[in-house]
């Protein structure tokens, strides 16, 4: 067990998944939430800003200032867009502060790819190197002894916890050049600015895919999907956007390279995922919903062998903000805390 009270500080407490962040470390008997950060709304109570907070919290937004931040803090989350996240985390890290990042600054390991996808060079190319990814499925033991993670995007969060079991190196069943994600993403994951796509007119009663191929989350899926499988793979990602408010749903195709019944691939999601506390395999037979994990931090997965085409079918579903974002965060705050790695984390999804 780790420190008793720890003392963090949210940065980007306005935006989604910072008020996400707050919700749950409110209730996270571990931890004191004692600074968080807005420009915009500098000097104002939070719960201004969400209302769904007041009488829970008293915290004034302040600005982002790292020297006084990290003088309240041990541990901040950057809840920042990227680019911006970059240059918070190289500062809070040379004042010894643990950062967890939810942006993309420091999920790509090699700095030339991070410029090519998020057009704009990498400016800390040293503490990339000491970034790790926060997916503790995969990453637990370097995730316990890290001080800067990169918390994965939403999208990746579905598709690579929906695939591993089909392409872990020694054990894959999945040819890596077959496979195909198909995401449909609510709207909060486009975060709390306003632009034209998500006005509501505009996403309601509508469903389109959207930069097919292009989409940034396409690296880091083929990035951590390659370290697992100890080979390059590569991937065709589209996402979609649907008018709900949250909550993710992938479906991913791969062609099996044996002949497996569903309930011989579901054995094998199963007993990959046996000990882990917030991914459940459904039965033979059902396939998850997004309602099913709405507010909670579950990715529940469904999986299905087609015999005719020799495919396997796997959907994968999850809260873009809980799993996908703030939950994970504090998943891996846990980690690297040495608490009970569930702890704040374990109240149902709301349902209906
Ligand atoms: N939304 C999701 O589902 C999701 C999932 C996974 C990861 N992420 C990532 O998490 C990060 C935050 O996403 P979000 O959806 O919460 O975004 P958001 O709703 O747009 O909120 C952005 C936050 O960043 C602050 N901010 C913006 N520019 C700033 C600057 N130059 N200096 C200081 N603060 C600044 C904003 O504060 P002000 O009050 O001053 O505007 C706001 O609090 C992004 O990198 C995003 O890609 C999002």
Same mark, same amino acid.
């Given at each position: 067990?780790?420190?008793?009270?720890?003392?963090?500080?949210?940065?980007?407490?306005?935006? %989604?998944?910072?008020?996400?962040?707050?919700?749950?470390?409110?209730?996270?008997?571990?931890?004191?939430?004692?600074?968080?950060?807005?420009?915009?709304?500098?000097?104002?109570?939070?719960?201004?800003? +969400?209302?769904?907070?007041?009488?829970?919290?008293?915290?004034?937004?302040?600005?982002?200032?790292?020297?006084?931040? #990290?003088?309240? &803090?041990?541990?901040?989350?950057?809840?920042?867009?990227?680019?911006?996240?970059?240059?918070? =985390?190289?500062? +809070?890290?040379?004042?010894?502060?643990?950062?967890? $990042?939810?942006? #993309? @600054?420091?999920?790509?390991?090699?700095?030339?790819?991070?410029?090519?996808? %998020?057009?704009?060079?990498?400016?800390?190319?040293?503490?990339?190197?000491?970034?790790?990814?926060?997916?503790?499925?995969?990453?637990?033991?370097?995730?316990?002894?890290?001080?800067?993670?990169?918390?994965?995007?939403?999208?990746?969060?579905?598709?690579?916890?929906?695939?591993?079991?089909?392409?872990?190196?020694?054990?894959?069943? =999945?040819?890596?050049?077959?496979?195909?994600? @198909?995401?449909?993403? !609510?709207?909060?994951?486009?975060?709390?600015?306003?632009?034209?796509? %998500?006005?509501?007119?505009? *996403?309601?009663?509508?469903?389109?895919?959207?930069?097919?191929?292009?989409?940034?989350?396409?690296?880091?899926?083929?990035?951590?999907?390659?370290?697992? *499988?100890?080979?390059?793979?590569?991937?065709? +990602?589209?996402?979609?956007?649907?008018?709900?408010?949250?909550?993710?749903?992938?479906?991913?195709?791969?062609?099996?390279?044996?002949?497996? $019944?569903?309930?011989?691939?579901?054995?094998?999601?199963? @007993? +990959?995922?046996?000990?882990?506390?917030?991914?459940?395999?459904?039965?033979? !037979?059902?396939?998850?919903?997004?309602?099913?994990?709405?507010?909670?931090?579950?990715?529940?997965?469904?999986?299905?062998?087609?015999?005719?085409?020799?495919? #396997?079918?796997?959907?994968?579903?999850? @809260?873009?903000?809980?799993?996908?974002?703030?939950?994970? #965060?504090?998943?891996?705050?846990?980690?690297?805390? &040495?608490?009970?790695?569930?702890?704040?984390?374990?109240?149902?999804?709301?349902?209906?």
């Amino acid at each position: 067990m780790g420190k008793e009270t720890l003392q963090v500080a949210i940065v980007g407490s306005s935006g %989604y998944t910072g008020g996400e962040l707050l919700r749950i470390l409110l209730n996270h008997p571990n931890v004191t939430v004692s600074a968080i950060t807005s420009e915009r709304s500098a000097g104002q109570p939070i719960t201004a800003i +969400f209302p769904h907070l007041a009488s829970l919290t008293r915290l004034i937004c302040e600005p982002l200032d790292p020297a006084v931040i #990290a003088k309240k &803090a041990d541990l901040v989350f950057l809840a920042l867009p990227h680019v911006t996240a970059q240059d918070a =985390a190289n500062k +809070f890290r040379a004042l010894g502060t643990k950062v967890v $990042d939810l942006s #993309a @600054d420091y999920r790509l390991a090699d700095p030339a790819v991070y410029a090519q996808w %998020y057009e704009h060079s990498h400016q800390y190319p040293e503490l990339l190197k000491q970034a790790v990814y926060g997916l503790p499925e995969l990453r637990r033991e370097q995730i316990k002894k890290a001080s800067l993670i990169a918390n994965p995007g939403c999208y990746p969060t579905s598709a690579i916890l929906g695939l591993a079991p089909l392409i872990k190196q020694g054990m894959g069943i =999945a040819d890596l050049t077959s496979i195909i994600i @198909d995401s449909k993403s !609510g709207v909060s994951g486009a975060g709390r600015s306003p632009a034209l796509a %998500y006005h509501y007119p505009e *996403a309601n009663e509508g469903l389109m895919a959207y930069k097919i191929g292009t989409h940034r989350h396409t690296p880091e899926i083929e990035q951590e999907l390659s370290a697992l *499988a100890g080979h390059p793979v590569t991937v065709s +990602f589209t996402p979609h956007l649907i008018p709900m408010n949250r909550g993710i749903l992938t479906t991913i195709y791969a062609r099996l390279t044996e002949n497996l $019944d569903t309930t011989t691939l579901h054995g094998r999601y199963s @007993d +990959f995922y046996k000990h882990e506390p917030f991914v459940r395999i459904l039965p033979a !037979g059902q396939l998850p919903n997004v309602r099913n994990v709405r507010g909670s931090n579950f990715c529940d997965i469904g999986v299905t062998a087609d015999p005719r085409t020799g495919r #396997a079918v796997v959907v994968s579903v999850i @809260d873009n903000l809980v799993k996908g974002a703030a939950g994970q #965060a504090v998943q891996n705050m846990n980690l690297m805390m &040495a608490f009970e790695e569930t702890t704040g984390l374990t109240s149902a999804g709301l349902f209906p």
